[in-house]
């Protein structure tokens, strides 16, 4: 499998305290209901989970391609990711949180823009956030799109939306990949690679539905 056959992984964590329902929802929307299927999803199970989390993340695995990591214990989102990135098999990474909604065109839009721009290292684009249904949205986040604005933008707050991210695995290990910098894991990866030289481009369009 290559990267112009738009292989991709897909790379999430997945920790105790999160509702069942909504992380049943989130691999639904990255499998079940995507026009472009990932080559395989890479689920870190961030400890111990609930016997429903397991549920879900077992009955889940039965009908994808499934790549589960088990931490012995929680180790916070930038471990569980980087733990999780050096399993990933595909050269583009496409990040999901356990509890959001990614809209059906999400990677069939995303994986494209990637691979028409291989100059691009990572990028990502708007978010439609809500808090109890995808048919009441709360508002848009919006990030800057070309990589000049990028730049700027990185100067003063996060210019990714880190649920909406995909990214080259070799470029991001390059950096340094994901650290334990809690609440903050992704900028200080966007930093790093910004700072080695990488380029960045964001999407003007909602790629994932983000709970509140």
């Given at each position: ?57 077992i009955d889940f ?59 691009i290292s990572f ?17 848009i986040r919006k ?70």
């Open positions: 499998m290559t990267e112009s056959k738009l292989d991709f992984s897909v790379l999430l964590s997945v920790y105790k305290q999160e509702k069942p329902v909504f992380l049943e929802q989130a691999l639904a929307s990255i499998w079940d209901k995507q026009l472009l299927k990932p080559s395989e999803i890479v689920i870190v199970m961030d400890g111990p989970l609930t016997e429903q989390l397991e549920k879900v993340i695995s039965k009908n994808a391609t499934v790549n589960l990591l088990r931490l012995p214990r929680n180790m916070g989102l930038g471990i569980a990711l980087a733990r999780g990135l050096e399993a990933c098999s595909n050269e583009i990474v496409a990040r999901m949180d356990s509890d959001d909604i990614a809209l059906s065109e999400r990677f069939q839009k995303q994986i494209e823009f990637m691979r028409t721009n291989p100059d990028s990502s684009g708007y978010i439609a956030e809500f808090s109890d249904s995808v048919e009441n949205i709360s508002g990030v800057p799109c070309t990589f000049e604005r990028i730049t700027k933008f990185t100067k003063f707050r996060n210019p990714m939306n880190h649920m909406s991210v995909a990214f080259r695995k070799t470029d991001v290990l390059a950096s340094g990949s994901y650290m334990d910098f809690p609440g903050y894991e992704d900028y200080y990866l966007w930093v790093r690679m910004l700072q080695k030289g990488y380029r960045a481009g964001n999407i003007d369009e909602n790629l994932v539905y983000a709970r509140i």
